[in-house]
């Protein structure tokens, strides 16, 4: 069992940045083959991915999501990243780490949290206006 916890939410200003946090439990750097992504939902709505990385530091983003959101990881901390900069009062949410620790796909467009076998419990992001 792998469990996430995601850190790092908080409520910000339009045009402020973030960091996100999420620790895996299980250390990623034993993990031979994995894929984790960044995903955000809010109420009402279908949860929406918004980065994908893969061990090797490979990254994708849906297009929605190109210029504003970063994802990183630092394999000795197990730990992942996302970094949002200018943030908006659209990017309020609850935002999902999740990870495969048995992925051998390639990460371009994995995007589907239905590949994703993890997840954490989600940190609140509030952007007001």
């Known amino acids: 069992q792998v469990q996430l916890v995601e850190s790092g939410g908080g409520s910000v200003q339009a045009g402020g940045t973030l960091r996100l946090s999420c620790v895996v439990s299980?250390?990623?750097?034993?993990?031979?083959?994995?894929?984790a992504g960044w995903f955000r939902q809010t109420p009402g709505k279908q949860r929406e991915a918004v980065a994908a990385?893969?061990?090797?530091?490979?990254?994708s983003y849906p297009d929605s999501m190109k210029g504003r959101f970063t994802v990183s990881q630092d394999n000795t901390k197990d730990t992942l990243f996302l970094q949002i900069v200018d943030l908006k009062p659209e990017d309020t949410a609850k935002y999902y780490c999740?990870?495969?620790?048995?992925?051998?796909?390639?990460?371009?467009?994995?995007?589907?949290?239905?590949?994703?076998?993890?997840r954490g419990q989600g940190t609140q992001v509030t952007v007001s206006s």
């Open positions: 999740a990870i495969d620790p048995q992925c051998a796909r390639p990460i371009i467009g994995q995007f589907s949290p239905h590949l994703y076998k993890y």
């Open positions: 990385i893969d061990r090797e530091g490979r990254t």
């Open positions: 299980q250390y990623t750097r034993t993990m031979s083959l994995y894929c």
